[in-house]
């Protein structure tokens, strides 16, 4: 069963209100929409997924608890015109979960796991027509080097890409233990010591597959601006590269203009958008992490619209 990560955390630091209206960007298999809708008696629930499991199985979930949700089968790319089209133009709070579900990586048919055989795949949304399949086999070195690095910090980006490179020229890597078979014969034996050699490739490939940085700080921003003052914005993070977009633009929203620093009376255009509710990340308990070791990479950030 799929535990949502920081569950009471990110729920409490919502400060939801009995009939605010709630945007869930990650649904996925319905952990904090569950308790969002518990909370909101007169309100309303949005939520957003890709994927079609998923939906189908959070319906059936949320009906049990009331009928006050949509779901809304769209990337969260699109959080701003979906909304729109509903004639919801401001929000109390929104919640981004971007890590992936237990059951998206439990499921090996969808090939996120290295730890089981399946065809590389790994897309959230399983109608889209581009897979780790066609990246592996049809990506450049180049591409590849700078996926595998940029993405998973991998350190032996450049000897991994070289030998897919030279697999392909006899065959077309299909699996993800074929693709495991390469990696590990293209890290040094102390690195298959420390942690398995395929994690950071295998995550710099989902990033790719669902262009999630690119659209996470779109995303980001487009929230920002839907959010009634006082509103709030909670985002639970699961690597550096994330939580970095967050920290950037969190920071870059809650202060004052460089331009118009010192000035006695600051023009409005200029005042910080938001604050930052929590300086320091907040991170899962010990008591979470002996039950769900998935979470232990997980931080939460949390802004308030001023």
């Known amino acids: 069963m799929h535990k949502s990560v920081l569950l009471e955390e990110a729920v409490n630091y919502l400060n939801i209100i009995e009939?605010?209206?709630?945007?869930?960007?990650?649904?996925?298999?319905?952990?904090?929409?569950?308790?969002?809708?518990?909370?909101?008696?007169?309100?309303?629930?949005?939520?957003?997924?890709?994927?079609?499991?998923?939906?189908?199985?959070?319906?059936?979930?949320?009906?049990?608890?009331?009928?006050?949700?949509?779901?809304?089968?769209?990337?969260?790319?699109?959080?701003?015109?979906?909304?729109?089209?509903?004639?919801?133009?401001?929000?109390?709070?929104?919640?981004?979960?971007?890590?992936?579900?237990?059951?998206?990586?439990?499921?090996?048919e969808r090939g996120f796991s290295y730890h089981n055989e399946a065809k590389l795949d790994m897309r959230m949304d399983n109608e889209s027509n581009f897979s780790a399949y066609n990246l592996i086999n049809e990506y450049s070195l180049e591409k590849l080097v700078d996926i595998f690095f940029r993405y998973g910090e991998e350190a032996y980006a450049k000897n991994i890409a070289?030998?897919?490179?030279?697999?392909?020229?006899?065959?077309?890597?299909?699996?993800?233990?074929?693709?495991?078979?390469?990696?590990?014969?293209?890290?040094?034996?102390?690195?298959?010591?420390?942690?398995?050699?395929?994690?950071?490739?295998?995550?710099?490939?989902?990033i790719e597959v669902n262009k999630e940085l690119e659209i996470l700080e779109s995303s980001l921003i487009q929230a920002i601006d839907l959010l009634n003052p006082k509103g709030r914005l909670c985002v639970i993070t699961f690597h550096s590269l994330e939580d970095r977009i967050c920290k950037q633009l969190f920071k870059k929203h809650s202060e004052i203009n460089n331009i118009v620093k010192g000035l006695p009376n600051i023009p409005d255009e200029y005042r910080p958008l938001i604050k930052l509710i929590n300086r320091k990340v907040i991170e899962p308990s010990e008591v979470e992490l002996l039950e769900n070791k998935r979470a232990r990479s997980a931080k939460l950030r949390v802004i308030e619209k001023i």
């Open 19 to 108: 009939e605010g209206i709630y945007v869930d960007c990650t649904l996925g298999y319905g952990g904090h929409s569950r308790e969002i809708l518990k909370r909101i008696k007169r309100g309303q629930l949005f939520a957003f997924d890709q994927d079609s499991d998923a939906i189908v199985y959070s319906k059936n979930e949320l009906k049990k608890i009331s009928s006050n949700f949509q779901i809304i089968k769209s990337n969260f790319v699109n959080l701003q015109e979906e909304l729109n089209s509903r004639n919801i133009y401001k929000v109390d709070g929104i919640l981004f979960d971007l890590g992936v579900s237990s059951p998206q990586l439990d499921v090996k």
């Open 162 to 206: 070289k030998n897919i490179i030279k697999y392909r020229e006899t065959k077309e890597i299909k699996t993800t233990l074929e693709l495991v078979d390469i990696i590990k014969k293209s890290v040094p034996e102390k690195r298959k010591r420390l942690e398995h050699p395929a994690r950071k490739v295998f995550q710099a490939i989902r």
